[in-house]
């Protein structure tokens, strides 16, 4: 059995349509679209390729994006002050701060400097606390996605044997309670996880995000097993995930395959969780 490829680059595209219609809709009620203000320090180049494409989805949805291309010389205190005017300004609803940030300044003092209601990148330890309590308008854009390639696709997640595969801030824990949230049954396992094959051949839905190329191969996972594979690795020039898809498609009901997967999903809850941070703002 070959495994249905899940297409997160579709998926994406229909998402943002959706998100398109809304923001004009919105435009068109209260008089101003929703802003974004994209906030880039220093010249890596692949912040730099995450910030123009993040800046074009936006341009497409009707999203008016608010652009800072600082120098990496900039010091703490003088982004601590942007961070200040940006939270103030009544025309940008989502502030985004593109990690990483240079090694002179303190990355968590200044997520934590963010006004939560315009985080919408869903790391202020605020909005971290009420992922945890269920109550979270604003998540993490990788976990959200994830969430919408499982119930778009028809997984169903209710009641599964879920495991997943890595513990990180930004994509581990937060998934892991988006689909506690959602009734699966969690099994949070990572590269230390003794006896690893073990754990993950239990899986109903694997969720591959350890950061190890090809981690994952078909003796770790069970037939039928729907898989979601976060990886982004260069290997030999080429763009791999955390499994390897070639030995694991032959196996999995359905899987995500990388580049094209979740990826495309990153951006489109970026533009998702600005507009929930305007239609926030309009209700204060």
């Given at each position: 059995?070959?495994?249905?490829?899940?297409?997160?680059?579709a998926?994406?595209?229909?998402?943002?349509?959706?998100?398109?219609?809304?923001v004009e809709?919105?435009?068109?009620?209260?008089?101003?679209?929703?802003?974004l203000a994209?906030?880039?320090?220093?010249?890596d180049?692949?912040?730099q390729?995450?910030?123009r494409n993040?800046?074009?989805?936006?341009q497409k949805a009707?999203?008016?994006?608010?652009d800072?291309?600082l120098?990496?010389?900039l010091?703490?205190?003088?982004l601590?002050?942007?961070?200040?005017?940006?939270?103030?300004?009544?025309?940008?609803?989502g502030i985004l701060?593109q990690?990483p940030?240079?090694?002179?300044?303190?990355e968590?003092?200044?997520?934590?400097?963010?006004?939560?209601?315009?985080d919408v990148?869903?790391?202020?330890?605020?909005?971290?606390?009420?992922l945890?309590a269920?109550r979270?308008?604003?998540?993490?854009c990788?976990?959200?996605?994830?969430i919408?390639?499982?119930?778009?696709t028809g997984?169903?997640?209710?009641g599964?044997?879920?495991?997943?595969?890595?513990?990180?801030?930004?994509?581990?824990k937060?998934?892991?309670l988006?689909?506690?949230?959602?009734h699966?049954?969690?099994?949070?396992?990572?590269?230390?996880?003794?006896?690893?094959?073990?754990?993950?051949?239990?899986?109903?839905?694997l969720?591959?995000a350890?950061?190890?190329?090809?981690?994952?191969t078909?003796?770790?996972?069970?037939?039928?097993?729907?898989v979601?594979d976060?990886?982004?690795?260069?290997?030999?020039?080429?763009?791999?995930?955390?499994?390897?898809?070639?030995?694991?498609?032959?196996k999995?009901?359905?899987i995500?395959?990388v580049?094209?997967?979740?990826?495309?999903?990153?951006?489109?809850?970026?533009?998702r969780?600005t507009?929930?941070?305007?239609?926030d703002?309009?209700?204060?």
């Amino acid at each position: 059995m070959t495994g249905k490829i899940i297409d997160g680059k579709a998926i994406a595209e229909t998402i943002r349509q959706e998100i398109t219609l809304e923001v004009e809709e919105l435009t068109n009620q209260y008089g101003r679209p929703p802003g974004l203000a994209v906030v880039l320090v220093g010249e890596d180049p692949a912040s730099q390729v995450y910030v123009r494409n993040k800046r074009g989805a936006c341009q497409k949805a009707g999203i008016r994006s608010f652009d800072h291309n600082l120098p990496a010389t900039l010091t703490q205190q003088e982004l601590l002050n942007l961070l200040g005017e940006l939270n103030a300004n009544p025309h940008v609803d989502g502030i985004l701060v593109q990690l990483p940030l240079p090694d002179h300044i303190d990355e968590g003092l200044v997520l934590e400097s963010l006004n939560p209601r315009k985080d919408v990148d869903g790391f202020h330890p605020i909005n971290v606390g009420k992922l945890v309590a269920n109550r979270a308008t604003l998540i993490a854009c990788t976990p959200l996605g994830i969430i919408e390639l499982l119930e778009r696709t028809g997984v169903e997640i209710k009641g599964a044997d879920t495991v997943v595969l890595g513990r990180s801030n930004i994509v581990g824990k937060p998934v892991a309670l988006l689909l506690l949230h959602r009734h699966a049954t969690i099994t949070m396992c990572h590269t230390r996880t003794r006896a690893l094959a073990e754990v993950t051949r239990r899986a109903d839905v694997l969720i591959a995000a350890a950061g190890r190329p090809r981690l994952v191969t078909a003796d770790m996972v069970k037939q039928g097993v729907v898989v979601i594979d976060v990886g982004v690795n260069r290997v030999d020039g080429k763009l791999v995930g955390d499994v390897d898809f070639e030995s694991v498609v032959e196996k999995a009901s359905a899987i995500t395959p990388v580049p094209g997967g979740v990826g495309p999903m990153t951006i489109t809850m970026l533009l998702r969780n600005t507009v929930t941070a305007f239609k926030d703002h309009q209700k204060a």
